[in-house]
């Protein structure tokens, strides 16, 4: 199966250096001809701006691009992608608004949202498909998809909040990890060594909670031993209402996920 990508961003290229793992033909898309060329040269795969050529000669085609331009590029394509599968990044894009789009209904659809650690496979990605696939072909996207990380088939009326789950969250820990380095610093420490102190208290912290048969909560009170100084911590996040905090974020993210596409 030859793969295509349109949109080489952060996402794309994330997706393209995963795949590159299992050797997956690639076939990049860009309609400026020295960007297509900057691009071949820096992913390491073959990126054309001829878009006719891009789909004739692509089995599957990822949509990785900005949402102000999707419906730009659906158009451009549609008349020639009607054999093609088409695997969707765009979020707010569900699956009955990219058919009509499309203007055919049994183009094939398959929508995955990945996050950024899709570059060194460590992505959780959801992923639903229209109901024209066969399980063999289920099995061919799910062995390409697998090698952004995990996968996880679930109903796309759950698209949304694993969009921000999945998704949007890697950000909140990168943002957490920045702020630990930030006071890491302040107390002395070096840039460095204070960003590998909080990201390795991340990545175990992490990994215990994946192996455990504790609960987030239940692990949380075991470090949080009253009278301890972690508590007192605690207090702090719960006197700030951190909880709130998080899921004030979660429904502003989900209000501009469903208004994307909403018009």
């Known amino acids: 199966m030859k793969v295509g990508i349109i949109g080489l961003g952060h996402m794309g290229s994330s997706l393209v250096k995963g795949m590159q793992n299992d ?5 990049g898309y860009h309609y400026d001809d020295q960007k297509s060329v900057n691009l071949s040269k820096e992913l390491d795969i073959q990126v054309t701006s001829n878009l006719s050529e891009f789909v004739q000669t692509t089995d599957l085609i990822i949509l990785s691009v900005r949402t102000n331009i999707v419906s730009s590029i659906i158009d451009q394509i549609k008349n ?11 979020s707010g894009l569900s699956i009955p608004k990219m058919l009509a789009m499309f203007d055919h209904p049994n183009q094939k659809i398959v929508r995955i949202m990945p996050n950024l650690n899709a570059e060194i496979q460590m992505s959780a990605t959801g992923i639903c498909y229209t109901n024209n696939f066969s399980q063999l072909e289920k099995d061919e996207i799910n062995s390409l998809v697998q090698n ?6 679930i109903p796309e009326e759950q698209f949304e909040i694993f969009t921000i789950l999945g998704g949007v ?19 002395g420490m070096n840039t460095e060594l204070a960003k590998k102190v ?11 909670l994946m192996q455990s048969k504790y609960s987030p909560l239940e692990l ?5 031993v009253p009278g301890g100084v972690t508590i007192e911590s ?20 989900l209000e501009k996920d469903k208004k994307t596409f909403s018009k």
């Open 169 to 187: 969250s890697p950000a909140w820990f990168f943002k957490m990890i920045n702020v630990m380095q930030e006071i890491g610093v302040e107390h």
């Open 80 to 90: 020639l992608a009607q054999d093609k599968i088409i695997l969707s990044l765009i």
């Open 23 to 27: 050797h997956v033909q690639i076939l």
């Open 198 to 208: 909080a990201t390795q208290a991340g990545i175990g912290s992490l990994t215990n």
């Open 148 to 153: 952004f990380g995990e996968i996880y088939e």
């Open 234 to 253: 605690i207090k702090v996040l719960n006197e700030h209402q951190f909880d709130e905090i998080i899921k004030k974020a979660t429904k502003k993210a």
């Open 220 to 224: 949380m009170n075991q470090v949080a």
